[in-house]
C-alpha cells in the first residue's frame, strides 16, 4: 500500500496553512507567501480584515408588561434589575489566538486521518497550545488521535476552541509524579457518529498507558459503517522488557480486535497511535506482525507513530495517499516548543 507516493498528497489536499512569529493570529489575513513544508503545501498569510462582533440585543422574560399601577411612596423610581441571564463568555483565548477561517486540508469525498503525539501537552504553556490549535484547525481532518495530554482539563481547554469538533480523553492517570500521558481523540461530528467509549481491559504489563475505545459509526452520506477507533500509546524504551511488554500489548489489542470482529463481523476497525515501533521494512518491529492478516498500514512505513484500516474498512474506501506533516520547517524551534513527534496521516477515498 506504500506505493502512493507524497506528490499525490499535494494533489488531494491543496492546503492553506498558517504559521508565524505573532502571538495574535488576528494581524493575518490574505495568503501571500507559499511554503513547501515537507509533503504538505502551506501558505502563510498577512495583513488583517477584522470585524466587530455583532451587538446582541437580549429580551427580557422578567419585564413587567401588565397595565397595572404600583403605588407610589413619594420616593424616586428605581432602575429595574434586568436578571435575564447572559450568554456565556466567549473563550478568550480562541478569541484573541484563533480569529480567522480555517483552509481544509481534505477535501469531502475523502476521510482523512491523523496520529500526532504531542509530548507532554502543553509543554511550554500558550505557546504550544496556540501552535497546536493552529495546526488543528488548519489542517480540518476528520479523525486525529493524540498521545502525551497531560491533563483532562487541558485537552478541554484545547477543544474549546476547536468549535467543528467532539472529543474524548482518557480518564486513566499515568503513574508518574511529574506529569500525565493520555491519550484522547478529537472527530468531526459529521464523518464520525460517537456512541460509546471506554478504556480497554488489558493488563499494565502490556498497556502502561490504556487503549481508548470508541465505537461508533463513519458518516459519508446516507451511509453509517460501524466502526471501532483505538488510540493507543505503548511502552517506550528501547530495553528487552520495554520491547516484550510491546509485544505484549500489540498481542493483547489484536486478541481483543479479532473478538470484536467474530462477534459484529460487519464493524470495521482504525488503529492510530504512537507504538514506539517501526513498520520499515529493513527490520519492522514484531509488534506490527500481530496486526498484519487484517490490517493494512495507512501511514509512512517509518517512525513509531502510525495508523492501521482493517480489510472491512478497505472494502468501501481506498488508500490514496500516506504523509508526514513536516511542522518543523515551519514553526520555529518546533521540538522545544510543541512536540519531538510529528504528525501522520492518512488520506482515503471512497469506492465508488
Not at 509530548?119 to 493552529?134: D, I, L, M, N, S
Not at 472527530?187 to 481508548?212: A, I, K, Q, T
Not at 517506550?236 to 516484550?244: I, L, R, Y
Not at 517512525?303 to 520547517?329: K, R, W
Amino acid at each position: 500500500m506504500m506505493k502512493y507516493i507524497y506528490p499525490l498528497l499535494i494533489k488531494y489536499l491543496p492546503a492553506l496553512f498558517l504559521w508565524g512569529t505573532s502571538a495574535c493570529v488576528n494581524d493575518w489575513g490574505e495568503a501571500t507567501e507559499q511554503h513547501d513544508a515537507g509533503h504538505l503545501t502551506y501558505v502563510q498569510e498577512t495583513d488583517s480584515n477584522n470585524s466587530s462582533d455583532d451587538e446582541i440585543e437580549i429580551e427580557n422574560p422578567h419585564e413587567d408588561i401588565s397595565n397595572e399601577e404600583k403605588p407610589n411612596d413619594g420616593q424616586p423610581d428605581e432602575e429595574p434589575i434586568d436578571e435575564t441571564p447572559l450568554p456565556p463568555a466567549p473563550n478568550a483565548y480562541c478569541e484573541e489566538h484563533i480569529g480567522f477561517e480555517p483552509s481544509p486540508l481534505g477535501a469531502d469525498n475523502t476521510l482523512e486521518l491523523m496520529t500526532w503525539n504531542i509530548e507532554f501537552y502543553p509543554q511550554r504553556g500558550a505557546e504550544t497550545v496556540k501552535h497546536v490549535e493552529e495546526a488543528l484547525l488548519k489542517s480540518q481532518l476528520d479523525i486525529i488521535g493524540l498521545h502525551e495530554v497531560t491533563s483532562e482539563d487541558v485537552f478541554f481547554d484545547l477543544l474549546n476552541c476547536l468549535s467543528e469538533y467532539q472529543g474524548i480523553v482518557s480518564t486513566h492517570t499515568y503513574n508518574q509524579s511529574w506529569s500525565d500521558q493520555k491519550v484522547a481523540l478529537l472527530f468531526r461530528p459529521e464523518r464520525f457518529e460517537l456512541d460509546e467509549w471506554y478504556l480497554m481491559d488489558g493488563s499494565s504489563y502490556g498497556f502502561p498507558r490504556p487503549v481508548l475505545v470508541a465505537e461508533g459509526h463513519l458518516l459519508e452520506g446516507d451511509q453509517r459503517l460501524p466502526t471501532n477507533i483505538y488510540v493507543l500509546h505503548l511502552k517506550a524504551g528501547w530495553d528487552a522488557e520495554s520491547a516484550d511488554r510491546r509485544e505484549v500489548g500489540a498481542y493483547e489489542l489484536a486478541e481483543f480486535i479479532r473478538g470484536e470482529r467474530i462477534t459484529s463481523p460487519d464493524r470495521t476497525h482504525i488503529v492510530m497511535g504512537d507504538f514506539n515501533s517501526t513498520p520499515g521494512v529493513n527490520a519492522p518491529s514484531p509488534v506490527f506482525a500481530y496486526f498484519d492478516q487484517d490490517f493494512t498500514l495507512a501511514s509512512p512505513n517509518y517512525g513509531i507513530d502510525h495508523i492501521l484500516v482493517d480489510d472491512i474498512l478497505l472494502q468501501q474506501y481506498e488508500i490514496i495517499d500516506t504523509a508526514e506533516m513536516n511542522l518543523p520547517d515551519i514553526i520555529p524551534d518546533y521540538a522545544a516548543v510543541v512536540s519531538d513527534h510529528e504528525p501522520m496521516v492518512g488520506i482515503l477515498n471512497q469506492l465508488p
